[in-house]
Each structure stands twice: as C-alpha cells, then as structure tokens.
C-alpha cells in the first residue's frame, strides 16, 4: 500500500511516541509522587540499578535520551544523594555512577511497583499477543539501529 497522505493517528512514529508518553506518563505518578524522582531521574536510575559503576555516555546510550538530560538528571541525584560519582582507577577523566545506599533503597523500593504497572498493562493482553508484541519490537528496535 502506498501512502501519499499522512494521517497522524496512522502514522507508526506518532502512535509509539504517543503511547510512550502515556504510559511514561502515568508510570511516573507511581515514583514521582512518593519519591520526588522525575522521570528522567527514574531511568539514569534504572540502569545504575542493573549496571554499576557506568559512565554517563553509557546511562544515554541505554536510555536513548540525550547528553544534556542525563547530565542534568545525574547531577540533581547527585545533589540528592541517590548516585555517587568517582573516578576510573583505569583512566581519570571517566567518571563512574554508581547508587548511593539511599538511592539503591529508593530503586528497590520503585522496582516492584514499576513491575506491577507493567504487568497490569500487558494482562489485556494473551500469551501470543505478548509473544508478538515482543518480537515486534525486537524487529524494530533492531532495523532502527542498523
């Protein structure tokens, strides 16, 4: 089919960054409101709580946003106390982000509420519907980076 019109809510780039800035949204009532974690400071977050001891361009790389928000997130953490920032032994001028204790309390306590919204979401989905939205964006995100 050859499309010569563009119809926003047809158009693939429009509905997943609309439905991205819906559940994004939505999910951060859940960390923002109990925690004072904005949205941006939930993601740097999420990768230190998996990998430890990253660099920033790694956190941007991960998260897909762009230097100036993860600079900007990190060093608002920083200022909170939920990241700590030291330098490589291997070379001084990277730096390493790693959770504070507080910051590693605040993500375990976040994880599991993060893990039921998504949950929530994908029970209107059945096991085949959840098989195919996988590799539909496992297809995806692999020709996007090609």
Same mark, same amino acid.
């Given at each position: &089919?050859?499309?010569?019109? @563009?119809? @926003?809510?047809?158009?693939? +780039?429009?509905? $997943?960054?609309?439905?991205?800035? $819906?559940?994004?949204?939505?999910?951060? *009532? /859940?960390? %923002?409101?109990?925690?004072?974690?904005?949205?941006?400071?939930?993601?740097?977050?999420?990768?230190? #709580?998996?990998?430890?001891?990253?660099?920033?361009?790694?956190?941007?790389?991960?998260?897909? &946003?762009?230097?100036?928000?993860?600079?900007?997130?990190? =060093?608002? &953490?920083?200022?909170?106390? $939920?990241?700590?920032?030291?330098?490589?032994?291997?070379? *001084?001028?990277?730096?390493? /982000? &790693?959770?504070? %204790?507080? #910051?590693?309390?605040?993500? =375990?306590?976040?994880? +599991?509420?993060?893990?039921?919204?998504?949950?929530?979401?994908?029970?209107?989905?059945?096991? *085949?519907?959840?098989?195919? @939205?996988?590799?539909?964006? *496992?297809?995806? %995100?692999?020709?996007?980076?090609?």
């Amino acid at each position: &089919m050859n499309k010569t019109e @563009l119809l @926003l809510e047809e158009f693939l +780039p429009y509905k $997943l960054s609309y439905l991205t800035n $819906l559940i994004s949204d939505d999910l951060s *009532k /859940l960390y %923002t409101d109990q925690f004072g974690i904005a949205h941006t400071e939930w993601r740097v977050m999420a990768v230190l #709580g998996v990998s430890s001891g990253v660099s920033a361009g790694h956190v941007a790389k991960k998260t897909a &946003m762009d230097k100036v928000a993860v600079s900007r997130a990190i =060093n608002n &953490m920083i200022k909170n106390d $939920l990241i700590e920032r030291q330098f490589s032994s291997e070379d *001084k001028r990277r730096s390493e /982000l &790693m959770l504070s %204790t507080k #910051g590693q309390d605040v993500y =375990n306590n976040i994880v +599991p509420l993060v893990l039921e919204y998504e949950n929530n979401i994908l029970s209107i989905l059945d096991e *085949k519907e959840r098989a195919s @939205l996988a590799n539909i964006l *496992k297809k995806l %995100t692999g020709y996007i980076k090609e």
